[in-house]
């Protein structure tokens, strides 16, 4: 059971642009969010993350909200840059591991 | 440069073979994992060393056989894998540390072993 969800497998945005990543989690006591971005044939990097305790983290053109009640949180990206083509990971890190949820592939289009 | 160095970078293997995966980090971290990633799936955590003793075997099959051997060394030991294990395998590594919850704690990964199995 797939407890942290990207519903959007792909993402194609215009350089410049802004890009909005989602991701939706199930369990309400998660309290920790990272997001990661993967490029073909590299490891995951970390990006940014996100305590409960927030509803927004900012770090230059990366921006997370989280909105608890809908169980949702989101990153987006601004602005969009041909470099960012990756795949992200959003995760959740409440325990001792990380869940990652099911990706997203941002494409940039110059 | 990634400053988790995972080798080698690609394996193949029969399904009688016995090898290795290795992973090294000179960050001083404390907390090391093995995830496996099939294609278009996310990472999915495997084993957790901290301090270089198992702390969690997310109920691995036996022929995958970590070692952590010093802090800055992790193994995958692998023995008569099955085609199903073929997939790429990652290392990470995080600054652990006791009283603290390391998912919270960016972890550093390497750019994985692709391992093919005949």
């Known amino acids: 059971d797939q407890q942290v969800k990207q519903n959007s497998p792909s993402l194609s945005v215009q350089e410049g642009r802004i890009s909005i990543l989602n991701c939706d989690y199930t369990n309400s006591m998660f309290d920790y969010f990272l997001w990661y971005k993967k490029y073909p044939a590299e490891g995951p990097t970390f990006l940014i993350s996100i305590s409960s305790i927030k509803d927004k983290n900012e770090d230059g053109r990366f921006t997370v909200f989280l909105n608890k009640s809908a169980k949702h949180l989101s990153l987006h990206i601004v602005p969009s840059q041909p470099g960012d083509s990756a795949v992200y990971f959003c995760?959740?890190?409440?325990?001792?591991?990380?869940?990652f949820g099911t990706g997203t592939r941002l494409a940039v289009r110059p | 440069d990634t400053e988790v160095t995972q080798t080698p970078k690609h394996l193949v293997m029969g399904m009688t073979n016995k090898k290795s995966l290795k992973c090294e980090q000179h960050m001083g971290h404390r907390a090391m994992y093995w995830y496996k990633q099939k294609a278009k799936k996310p990472p999915e955590l495997m084993f957790v060393?901290?301090?270089?003793?198992?702390?969690i075997n997310e109920s691995v099959p036996s022929r995958f056989s970590p070692e952590c051997p010093n802090s800055s060394l992790l193994n995958l030991h692998l023995h008569a894998l099955q085609p199903e294990d073929s997939a790429l395998y990652l290392c990470a590594s995080s600054p652990g540390g006791r009283g603290k919850r390391w998912a919270e704690q960016p972890q550093h990964f390497g750019d994985g072993t692709r391992l093919s199995i005949l």
């Open positions: 995760a959740e890190g409440s325990g001792d591991k990380l869940t």
């Open positions: 060393y901290s301090y270089e003793k198992l702390s």
